[in-house]
Each structure stands twice: as C-alpha cells, then as structure tokens.
C-alpha cells in the first residue's frame, strides 16, 4: 500500500524550484526561426505531405494483401532486427509522455508537462515504485518486490476486470510486440529479484533496489552498445562518448526537447512494416502474422484480426525468434529453426515517384529542392524534405551537437525564405 515518502522512485528527488526544468518539454534551439511561416498554403503543404498516398506514403498494398508482401520501398536494414522498431518504442515510452500531444494544437512547449522523466531509466516500468504504485506489483512477493503477473495468463500483460493493462506506462500496450516485450522486461526484473535473494539479500527492499539497478544496467547497456550503434552508427556513438554534447544543455535538470520528440526521435515510424509474424504456431497450429493494424478490422471484440494491442487472447502473444537474434536454442526447448527478419530500414531514399507529377523524383525539377539529392516537383511553397539519410543525420547531430551534414543546411533555409529556385 502506498506508504509516506515513498511517492518518489528511491532514486528520485522532488522538484527544488519553480525554475525547475524537469518534467517539462523545452527547445534545443530556442532562437531558431521557424523553418517556415504558418500559413494556408504551408498547412496545405505539409498535408498534401503527409497524405496517404503522398511522397510519405510507402505504398504498402492495404489488407487483406499478405503484410509481407515485399515493397520496393520497405528495404531491408542489414544493421537491425524487426524487433528494433519495438525496442525504439519502448525507449520512446520510457523518456517522454505528452498526453496532450497533437500536430494540431499549438502550445508553448516549456508550458508541456512531461509526464517521464527524461531519462532511460525505466519509469515506465517502473512506475512511481512499489510504494506508490502497488498495483504494479505481486503483494505476494516479499515486500512486493516483483512484479505483477497473472498467474492464469502469463504470455499477457496483467490486467484489471475491464482488460486494462497494468502497467506503468499505457502506450505500452499499444500494440502486441511492445506489450510483449514490456512483459519480457517485467519477467526480467523478476527473475533478478529471485537471483539477487538467492545470491543472499533477503531485505525485500534491498532485493527490489538490487534488482532494479540490474535491470537498468542492462537495459542502458543494451542501448549504447546495440541500440544506438545500429541506428546512428558506432562513429557517431563514439564520437559523443569522447567528445561529449554540443548543443543540447539544461540549467537544472534535463528536458526532452520537442524537436526530439515531435521531429527527431518519431524516425521510428518509418521503421514499422505493415505486418509481422507474431508467432508460429499459435494461431490454431499456424503461425499468427498479421498487418500491425487493421482500420477494417473490428476492435470491439475480444481478438481483433490485427497485431493491435489491449487484448487478451491465445494467440496474442510472441515468439521473439524473428524479431531479434535470441542466439542458439537452449537446451530443452525447440528449435523453430528461424532466423531473425531485418528491420525495415530508416533512410531508404523517398517514394521514387512524386506525388504530383508523378515523375521520378531525381529528374522532376519543375521546383528544385534546396537540398541537392531531392529535387522534386513541388507546386507548393515547401520543397519536401529529402532521402531520409538527410533526416538521420540532421536529426541525431543536432541533438548531439556534432558538425552538420553536408547538405548545407543553413543555405538551404536562406534559400527556401527568399523563395529562390535554381
Ligand atoms: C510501432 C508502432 C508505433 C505506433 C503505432 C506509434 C504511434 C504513435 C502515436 C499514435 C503517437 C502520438 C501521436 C502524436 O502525438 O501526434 C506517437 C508518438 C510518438 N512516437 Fe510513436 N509509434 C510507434 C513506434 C514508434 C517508434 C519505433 C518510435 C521511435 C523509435 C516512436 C517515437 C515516437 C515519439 C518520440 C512520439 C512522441 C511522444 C511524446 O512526446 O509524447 N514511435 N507514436
């Protein structure tokens, strides 16, 4: 039950002042002129963008196609698994929570609560901790040290009467894999906490923090030496771990900058297939492989027809084997004999067609790009931003503060302001 002094994770102080910085969204450019004026035309723009079927649309053939059915513009990243695209997610949920997030709503970001402390840390997790957060965790278990699993449906999250996952974060049951992997995370913490006590701690809180620490270890440990090396590249990773930040500074304690979390960081949803194979033979001795979401689908009933989330059902669970590189079968269980599927990749070039004239978009030049390997057609005041190579590495330098890349970025903005073309 929550007890006094324990509504803050052990290792978390409360705010010192009302300039506190934390738990709020902030700028990492707080003097950066905006890219360009919100204006109808620049709103038609980044809709006519953004639409299905537009030049961010990869054109993926809808249900009932097979999901796997391959798309020229879905190529492979030989650097990652599928299960990356959820472990992304998952970073995601653990650093920054705007419940009020929408593209439409303007809103002075140092007014935005962020609802995760912006570190890999694991709150959502963790939650406010056993104290706080007792229905987290197994009252079973001394001091409640472990966490929640229902003991009559262990391949699903716990939930509450109505379905409702407990857990400490909700967008983590927002699809079956980040669920799953959740799950695999609260398993974790749990066999840590019977190693801890078997190795000799049996202080229940000592055994919790123990644990907690472990677990955080690895999953930091995860992160800069699989994570991030396979998504920004070992150089650039080493880079900061020598020469440290550049840009990104804060006066108390750190913030999650929107144009990490509105722009950067969102690189992941070019990385989401249309579908995955879940598992392999728990659909009625088949393997359960679906579109991740379905519109079509019905979702008011107890085992939608899609990988979405907030359901318990028999199939609904995972076979890890094709999203990450598990290694060699242990002994005693079988071997599926499958081999990890690669992750879709971040920076495959554009759609090769554009939207409008439908010509490729390296010969249309009716409105040249400011950046030099996109030109496209654009009846519109925005030239469309280019191959994603470009949006890799804008986005994770300026975060990280190294030099820019080579698309001359500054020129390209005087460019675009004054309106010339060339
Ligand atoms: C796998 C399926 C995924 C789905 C269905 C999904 C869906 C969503 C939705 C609906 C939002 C809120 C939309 C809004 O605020 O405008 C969101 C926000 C976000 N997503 Fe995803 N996402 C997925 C994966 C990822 C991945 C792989 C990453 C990064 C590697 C990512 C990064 C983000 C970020 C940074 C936000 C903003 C969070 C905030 O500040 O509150 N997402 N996502």
């Known amino acids: 039950m929550p007890r006094h002094g324990q509504l803050y994770l052990r290792d978390q102080v409360p705010p010192r002042s009302t300039g506190y910085d934390q738990g709020r969204y902030g700028r990492l450019f707080p003097g950066l002129r905006p890219f360009a004026r919100d204006t109808a035309a620049v709103r038609e ?30 190529r492979d990243n030989p650097n990652q698994t599928a299960g990356f695209t959820f472990l992304g997610q998952f970073l995601d949920h653990d650093m920054t929570f705007d419940p009020t997030s929408s593209l439409e709503r303007q809103i002075d970001p140092e007014a935005v609560k962020n609802f995760r402390t912006p570190a890999l840390e694991l709150d959502s997790l963790y939650g406010a901790g056993h104290g706080a957060n007792p229905h987290l965790y197994d009252q079973t278990s001394p001091g409640g040290s472990k966490f929640l699993i229902d003991e009559a449906a262990p391949k699903d999250l716990p939930r509450n009467s109505q379905g409702v996952a407990l857990i400490g974060d909700p967008r983590n049951d927002e699809n079956l894999i980040v669920s799953q992997l959740h799950l695999a995370f609260l398993k974790f913490h749990n066999a840590v906490v019977d190693r801890v ?58 913030f999650i900058p929107v144009e990490f979390s509105v722009a950067a960081y ?16 728990g659909d009625n001795g088949r393997s359960f492989l679906k579109h991740l979401f379905d519109a079509a689908s019905d979702h008011s009933v107890a ?27 242990p002994e005693g269980s079988q071997d599926l004999g499958v081999s990890p599927k690669p992750n879709k990749r971040i920076d495959t070039n554009s ?25 496209c057609c654009a009846t519109s005041p925005l030239s469309y931003p280019p191959a994603n190579a470009w949006r890799r590495q804008w986005a994770f330098r300026s975060l990280v503060g190294r030099s820019w890349p080579s698309c001359g970025r500054s020129t390209s903005i005087r460019r675009h302001r004054s309106g010339t073309t060339s």
Not at 366 to 373: E, M
């Open 45 to 74: 723009s980044l809709m006519e963008l953004g639409k299905p079927g537009g030049i961010m649309d990869a054109q993926d053939p809808p249900p009932p196609a097979n999901p796997l059915t391959p798309n020229p513009n879905n």
């Open 197 to 254: 006590r078997a190795d000799g701690t049996q202080n229940a809180d000592e055994a919790f923090d123990e644990a907690q620490r472990l677990v955080r270890w690895h999953y930091q440990w995860m992160i800069l030496h699989e994570f991030l090396p396979s998504t920004v590249g070992q150089g650039l990773v080493d880079d900061i771990l020598r020469m440290g930040r550049r840009f990104y500074k804060w006066r108390n304690e750190p």
């Open 266 to 281: 969102r690189f992941g949803h070019s990385q989401i297939r249309p579908g995955y194979i879940a598992n392999f033979a």
């Open 303 to 329: 085992d939608p027809d899609d990988l979405s989330g907030g359901k318990r059902a028999p199939r609904r669970f995972c076979d890890w084997q094709t999203f990450f590189d598990v290694g060699p079968t």
């Open 351 to 375: 759609p090769a067609r554009c939207s409008r004239c439908h010509s490729s978009r390296r010969t249309c030049r009716a409105i040249p790009s400011p950046w030099p390997s996109a030109t």
